[in-house]
Nanobody
Protein backbone atom coordinates (compact mmCIF):
# COMPACT_ATOMS: atom_id res chain seq x y z
CA UNK A 1 0.00 0.00 0.00
CA UNK A 2 1.36 3.37 -0.97
CA UNK A 3 2.05 5.83 1.87
CA UNK A 4 1.27 9.43 1.02
CA UNK A 5 2.61 12.54 2.71
CA UNK A 6 1.01 15.96 2.34
CA UNK A 7 2.72 19.27 3.03
CA UNK A 8 2.32 22.97 2.37
CA UNK A 9 -0.58 23.84 4.62
CA UNK A 10 -0.63 26.85 6.89
CA UNK A 11 -2.41 30.00 7.95
CA UNK A 12 -3.33 32.50 5.25
CA UNK A 13 -5.62 35.50 4.98
CA UNK A 14 -8.71 35.40 2.83
CA UNK A 15 -7.79 36.06 -0.78
CA UNK A 16 -4.37 34.51 -0.34
CA UNK A 17 -2.80 31.44 -1.90
CA UNK A 18 -1.17 28.20 -0.84
CA UNK A 19 0.29 25.27 -2.73
CA UNK A 20 -0.06 21.82 -1.25
CA UNK A 21 2.20 18.94 -2.20
CA UNK A 22 1.69 15.20 -1.98
CA UNK A 23 4.52 12.71 -2.27
CA UNK A 24 4.82 8.98 -1.78
CA UNK A 25 7.41 7.22 0.31
CA UNK A 26 9.07 4.32 -1.40
CA UNK A 27 6.62 4.14 -4.29
CA UNK A 28 6.16 5.93 -7.57
CA UNK A 29 2.95 7.88 -8.06
CA UNK A 30 3.16 7.99 -11.84
CA UNK A 31 0.73 5.12 -12.41
CA UNK A 32 -1.86 6.30 -9.88
CA UNK A 33 -4.92 8.40 -10.44
CA UNK A 34 -5.00 10.81 -7.50
CA UNK A 35 -7.38 12.98 -5.58
CA UNK A 36 -7.42 15.78 -3.07
CA UNK A 37 -10.06 15.70 -0.38
CA UNK A 38 -10.71 17.77 2.72
CA UNK A 39 -12.33 17.56 6.11
CA UNK A 40 -13.64 20.29 8.33
CA UNK A 41 -14.61 19.31 11.90
CA UNK A 42 -18.36 18.97 12.16
CA UNK A 43 -18.73 18.37 8.46
CA UNK A 44 -18.36 15.33 6.28
CA UNK A 45 -15.21 14.78 4.30
CA UNK A 46 -15.55 16.08 0.78
CA UNK A 47 -14.00 15.72 -2.64
CA UNK A 48 -11.89 18.64 -3.84
CA UNK A 49 -10.03 17.64 -7.00
CA UNK A 50 -8.98 14.68 -9.15
CA UNK A 51 -6.17 14.15 -11.62
CA UNK A 52 -5.47 11.21 -13.88
CA UNK A 53 -2.09 9.55 -14.22
CA UNK A 54 -0.58 11.96 -16.75
CA UNK A 55 -2.37 15.13 -15.70
CA UNK A 56 -4.46 15.44 -18.84
CA UNK A 57 -7.79 14.98 -17.08
CA UNK A 58 -8.82 16.91 -14.00
CA UNK A 59 -12.09 17.42 -12.16
CA UNK A 60 -13.03 19.80 -9.36
CA UNK A 61 -15.69 20.28 -6.78
CA UNK A 62 -17.98 23.15 -7.74
CA UNK A 63 -16.94 25.02 -4.60
CA UNK A 64 -13.30 25.29 -5.73
CA UNK A 65 -13.62 25.37 -9.52
CA UNK A 66 -11.80 28.35 -10.97
CA UNK A 67 -9.78 28.89 -7.78
CA UNK A 68 -7.91 25.60 -7.27
CA UNK A 69 -5.70 23.79 -9.74
CA UNK A 70 -4.48 20.21 -9.40
CA UNK A 71 -1.33 19.17 -11.22
CA UNK A 72 1.42 16.61 -11.03
CA UNK A 73 5.08 16.19 -11.82
CA UNK A 74 5.71 12.48 -12.18
CA UNK A 75 9.43 13.06 -12.52
CA UNK A 76 9.35 14.53 -9.00
CA UNK A 77 6.82 11.95 -7.79
CA UNK A 78 4.59 14.77 -6.56
CA UNK A 79 0.99 15.87 -6.95
CA UNK A 80 0.10 19.50 -6.23
CA UNK A 81 -2.93 21.52 -5.32
CA UNK A 82 -2.58 25.21 -6.05
CA UNK A 83 -5.17 27.13 -4.07
CA UNK A 84 -5.88 30.76 -4.96
CA UNK A 85 -8.47 33.25 -3.75
CA UNK A 86 -8.81 31.28 -0.55
CA UNK A 87 -11.94 31.77 1.54
CA UNK A 88 -12.58 31.06 5.23
CA UNK A 89 -14.85 28.23 4.07
CA UNK A 90 -11.76 26.49 2.63
CA UNK A 91 -10.41 25.97 6.15
CA UNK A 92 -9.92 22.21 6.54
CA UNK A 93 -7.43 19.40 6.76
CA UNK A 94 -6.48 18.53 3.20
CA UNK A 95 -5.62 14.99 2.19
CA UNK A 96 -4.30 13.38 -0.95
CA UNK A 97 -5.38 9.84 -1.76
CA UNK A 98 -5.32 7.23 -4.48
CA UNK A 99 -8.38 6.91 -6.71
CA UNK A 100 -9.42 3.26 -6.79
CA UNK A 101 -12.35 3.47 -9.20
CA UNK A 102 -16.00 4.44 -9.26
CA UNK A 103 -17.44 7.92 -8.85
CA UNK A 104 -14.63 10.48 -8.94
CA UNK A 105 -16.55 12.79 -6.58
CA UNK A 106 -17.28 10.10 -3.98
CA UNK A 107 -14.75 9.99 -1.15
CA UNK A 108 -15.35 6.23 -0.90
CA UNK A 109 -13.54 5.94 -4.26
CA UNK A 110 -10.25 6.89 -2.60
CA UNK A 111 -7.82 4.95 -0.43
CA UNK A 112 -4.36 5.27 1.10
CA UNK A 113 -5.13 8.69 2.52
CA UNK A 114 -2.15 10.61 3.86
CA UNK A 115 -2.02 12.17 7.31
CA UNK A 116 -3.30 15.48 6.00
CA UNK A 117 -2.12 19.07 6.15
CA UNK A 118 -4.05 21.84 7.90
CA UNK A 119 -5.15 24.87 5.92
CA UNK A 120 -6.59 27.77 7.89
CA UNK A 121 -7.98 30.83 6.14
CA UNK A 122 -8.64 33.87 8.29
CA UNK A 123 -11.19 36.50 7.39
Amino acid sequence: QVQLVESGGGLVQAGGSLRLSCTASGRTLSSYFMGWLRHTPGREREFVAYINWNGERTYYADSVKGRFTVSRDNAKNTVYLQMNSLEPEDTAVYYCAVFTGGNIRDIKSYSSWGQGTQVTVSS
